[in-house]
């Protein structure tokens, strides 16, 4: 039992991928035949929302966009249908110059598949409809998220229907967006008869005129001669019209054909002349900087070596500097014994125990400082003997002035 089951199961399986394929196969043949019917059909007039090629081109591609599409969940698990214009609108939102957002902003196409039908109109008008379609198809993460496994966009026939939908950018397409027609809920239904035609082959053409010459023959057998002749020759006449007619259809086949091929041959030409020319603005682009480029490097290059130069002089000029200074400085220090005896001169001076005078103890210490060392040494010496007295006593300003009086005049006395 459970072996019937699973063979049940896998036939079950078959049948429906065969299904899927024969789907997909017919819905790619007749978008091809519809896109040819449309580029023969422009040539004698404009394609607008009546024509009935047109018509059913949309209810083609709508069929083949919605194949497979997956629903959407709600909160409580279940899944309404909903549109392709759901995953076109994510799918093809990063296309430069797209017309997504101006179709959103519509306020006259309001369901989403109004605007579906919206947005296949505006592509045809700006033919840029195959390009929409293969950016989509690139989004292959978005695509899988919207559609189930055996989908056509899914499949190998979705790079088939890009190319076959390039033919369309040679039709000047005309339509009016007002919404009356888009906003229509009844499902796009495909028109197969203009497609479905019969092609006898030869062995059964054969087959025919023989059974017409048997029944020729068994008529003729109570006929007169001029009758049997007559009847040969209407034979033969409609021998050659059925062979001219299927010339002439072949005929015509092949300059569909033709005209279809050298549509393609002209935009991939066009194609390859844009990106021709972009790859030379970019080589152009590429040498320009490293031109650029070249002549910054040899710019830093020479300010480096220009602020080596710099520091080597700095270095040099803060050498000398220094040695100036050490030869400056030793020249003006006193000898290291004639220091240290004033040192000691001027420490018994200053922690004498004082009788005289406070005027008079100061003028005998600046006496000292000036009679024995350098005019640099004594300002430092200065400083230090201030520091010091000030810690034993608070001078008021009239000491102060009546000490830097007598220091001037000692001063004089001295010269």
Not at 104 to 121: D, F, P
Not at 278 to 290: G, I, M, P, V
């Amino acid at each position: 039992m459970a072996s019937l089951n699973i063979g049940f199961n896998g036939a079950r399986k078959k049948t429906a991928a065969r299904i899927r394929a024969v789907e997909r196969r017919n819905l790619i043949t007749v978008c091809r035949f519809s896109v040819k019917t449309l580029i023969d059909r422009s040539c004698f007039e404009t394609i607008d929302d009546t024509s009935a090629e047109f018509i059913n081109f949309v209810s083609i591609l709508e069929h083949i966009l919605s194949h497979r599409l997956k629903g959407q969940v709600s909160w409580f698990g279940y899944e309404s249908p909903r549109s392709f214009w759901d995953y076109i609108r994510i799918a093809c939102s990063k296309v430069p110059h797209s017309c997504i957002h101006s179709i959103e902003n519509m306020e006259n196409v309001r369901s989403s598949k109004a605007k579906g039908r919206a947005w296949i109109r505006v592509a045809l008008m700006e033919k840029r409809l195959s390009e929409y379609i293969s950016a989509a198809l690139r989004d292959f993460k978005t695509t899988r998220r919207f559609y189930e496994e055996g989908a056509i966009v899914l499949g190998e026939e979705a790079g088939l229907l890009a190319d076959t939908l390039i033919g369309l950018n040679a039709i000047d397409f005309s339509f009016c967006l007002k919404g009356e027609g888009l906003d229509e809920s009844c499902p796009a239904v495909i028109d197969y008869t203009p497609y479905l035609k019969f092609t006898q082959t030869s062995d059964s053409i054969s087959s025919d005129e023989e059974e017409m010459r048997t029944l020729g023959s068994s008529g003729s057998e109570a006929g007169t001669p001029e009758s049997h002749m007559a009847a040969s020759l209407l034979a033969d006449q409609n021998t050659w019209y059925s062979k001219s007619k299927r010339l002439e259809q072949k005929y015509r086949v092949v300059l569909e054909q033709k005209g279809y091929l050298e549509e393609l041959v002209c935009l991939r030409e066009a194609q390859l002349s844009e990106s021709v020319s972009q790859n030379k603005s970019l080589l152009q682009r590429l040498t320009d900087t490293e031109i650029s480029h070249k002549q910054e490097k040899e710019q830093l290059e020479f300010i480096i070596l220009e602020l080596q130069d710099q520091l080597t002089v700095m270095k040099n000029h803060d050498l000398r500097s220094r040695q100036e200074l050490t030869s400056h400085l030793t020249n003006q220090w006193p000898s290291p014994g004639a220091l240290d005896t004033n040192a000691v001169a001027l420490d018994t001076l200053l922690y004498r125990k004082r009788t005289e005078p406070w005027e008079e103890y100061v003028l005998s210490v600046f006496i000292f400082l000036e009679c024995t060392v350098s005019s640099q040494i004594t300002h430092v010496l200065m400083k230090y003997m201030q520091l010091h007295t000030t810690t034993h006593l608070i001078l008021d300003s009239s000491r102060v002035a009546g000490a830097q009086r007598m220091i001037q005049e000692a001063k004089a006395l001295r010269l």
